[in-house]
């Protein structure tokens, strides 16, 4: 019997091997959660204390994003992995511990709460990074989907099962349920025969490789696009996330029971989305499905909202409920899928890492927001301000692509110039962090070909960026205007030595483009210098 569309990624035995590991770490994850805000109202049932948990989860993932993705590219991807899986282990059985043995408090707590949220901080650019290797690129979006689906399976899962646990034995043994959903992660993790990814020169700087990630990122328009459209529309789909608990108990009146019945309709309406995403990716492109989720969230806030205003009840807020589910997991794998896809494998967990600080800023953000609009015009009236500022932002920036360049060049047997060899006497100078390089290439362009020129070097200036440029300019000869001068600085030799390995086909091509303008008879002159004073 085939399997579902949605399911096809599971046919590629190392993505269905983490993937089933993943399902069952979000599970224990999710007991995990239930047990400490649990274990909370038990220490300390202060409403302060209690949303502290939450936050104490949350926060690492902002703070720690974008040097966990520079870790995990300069590192071996599984050893890295192994590595937070062992924090996160034992932190969830010291967390066991310290609760079976009756001293831990709800500063404690927030402690290992915190703890915990930093080792899954430092993983997830890791794991967003890894799919790419797990499956084809024809199947890339349909794994990003079915990641999410597993997700809503666990949230669906994990609070009933801590509920059971905790009413059947203790927290502490809630505790220990994550930590061996976390081993069996491990276990697969150590069964993945990854292929070793080749090393071009010595490893990575951890403060460079940073600073090499976010210029990647500045000079990348798909990634910035895809930032951008997250952030717009996380940023006001988080109302329902901050406001729904205060919704479902005090605009319609319900208690925990409906509460939860409201986030298993959430969770629904994802896992229904997850299964239709493969026919709308062949009828849409990932531009339009954004666009087309930002308009479904602002209709199903707009549901829920007047479900409180005018008293429409919970069945209609459960409509609106399962519809946001629905909306959120088709613009966050869509989101998802672009930006990794805009990544080259060298780069790709740094660019994850400033992704999912975009993302997990603007929700947090948004959050606060809606619950302080909330305090003043009511839970309704927040999620009603929100959902049509959603579709106002939703609407400004559909126009940003999520598509990769697809700018083609004819092949060519144009090549970019190759500059002298290092002179002997200066080799020693060269060795490890030495002092910034100056790379230059001088060009001599007909009058008629200057405008064309010049919008080429735009496309030039960004590959220089991409590939590790700190700074990058162009100028043009004032007594001979023909003259152009391409200076880009790298921040030392190493540096400069990866920029080769760094460029894709496609930046090759545009480099060599650029080189056709040249009409000088020997040709584009290329330089390299030492920075020394």
């Known amino acids: 019997m085939p399997l579902p569309r949605a399911f096809i990624p599971l046919r590629h035995p190392a993505f269905r091997m983490l993937w089933i590991a993943n399902l069952a770490s979000n599970i ?193 328009p798909a990634m910035r696009s895809a930032i951008i459209r997250a952030c717009m529309f996380f940023l006001f789909g988080a109302a329902v996330w901050g406001l729904l608990p205060l919704l479902v108990r005090q605009e319609l009146g319900l208690g925990p029971q409906a509460f939860g019945l409201m986030l298993g309709a959430m969770g629904a309406g994802a896992v229904t989305a997850g299964f239709l995403m493969p026919s709308l990716r062949e009828r849409m492109n990932r531009s339009q499905i954004v666009w087309a989720a930002s308009a479904l969230s602002a209709l199903a806030m707009a549901v829920i909202a007047a479900a409180a205003l005018l008293g429409l009840g919970w069945v209609a807020a459960g409509v609106g409920i399962f519809l946001y589910g629905m909306a959120w997991l088709a613009a966050a794998s869509t989101l998802q899928a672009a930006a990794s896809l805009a990544a080259p494998n060298w780069v790709r967990a740094r660019a994850m890492g400033i992704y999912q600080m975009g993302f997990f800023g603007a929700m947090t953000l948004g959050s606060a927001v809606a619950g302080w609009i909330g305090e003043h015009a009511g839970s309704g009236g927040a999620l009603a301000l929100f959902a049509a500022c959603g579709l106002i932002g939703g609407f400004l920036v559909r126009g940003r692509s999520l598509d990769a360049e697809s700018t083609s060049y004819a092949a060519t047997a144009t090549q970019a110039p190759s500059p002298a060899p290092a002179a002997d006497a200066l080799r020693p100078l060269l060795a490890g962090d030495s002092g910034r390089v100056l790379e230059v290439v001088r060009y001599q362009v007909a009058p008629e070909s200057r405008a064309g020129f010049l919008a080429h070097m735009e496309e030039v200036r960004r590959v220089r960026l991409r590939a590790g440029a700190a700074t990058w300019r162009l100028y043009e000869d004032i007594a001979r205007p023909e003259r152009y001068v391409e200076l880009w600085s790298i921040e030392s030799w190493t540096e400069h030595l990866r920029e080769e390995a760094r460029m894709t086909e496609t930046d090759r091509a545009i480099v060599a483009a650029a080189m056709g303008y040249d009409r000088s008879a020997e040709g584009p002159e290329a330089v390299r210098y030492l920075h020394v004073v």
Not at 180 to 204: D, N, Q, S, V, Y
Request: charged share 10%.
């Open 28 to 220: 224990g994850l999710w007991v995990q959660n239930t047990g400490a805000g649990w274990l909370m109202t038990t220490l300390s049932p202060s409403p302060i204390m209690v949303s502290l948990v939450q936050a104490a989860s949350m926060l690492p993932v902002f703070m720690l994003a974008v040097p966990a993705g520079a870790l995990a590219d300069i590192m071996d991807r599984r050893t890295y992995l192994l590595m937070t899986q062992g924090w996160l282990a034992v932190v969830a059985l010291l967390l066991c511990a310290l609760d079976l043995s009756g001293v831990l408090g709800p500063w404690g707590l927030l402690g290992f709460t915190f703890a915990l949220g930093a080792g899954l901080a430092m993983s997830f650019p890791g794991w967003a990074a890894t799919t790419p290797e797990l499956v084809p690129r024809e199947d890339f979006v349909g794994a990003i989907a079915l990641n999410g689906i597993g997700f809503n399976i666990a949230r669906a899962l994990g609070p009933a099962i801590g509920g059971v646990i905790i009413a059947s034995y203790s927290t502490a043994a809630a505790f220990a349920f994550n930590a061996l959903c976390i081993l069996t992660l491990a276990g697969a993790l150590l069964m993945w025969k990854r292929e070793p990814t080749p090393r071009h020169g010595p490893r990575e700087n951890f403060l460079s490789a940073i600073r090499a990630g976010l210029r990647f990122v500045a000079a990348t």
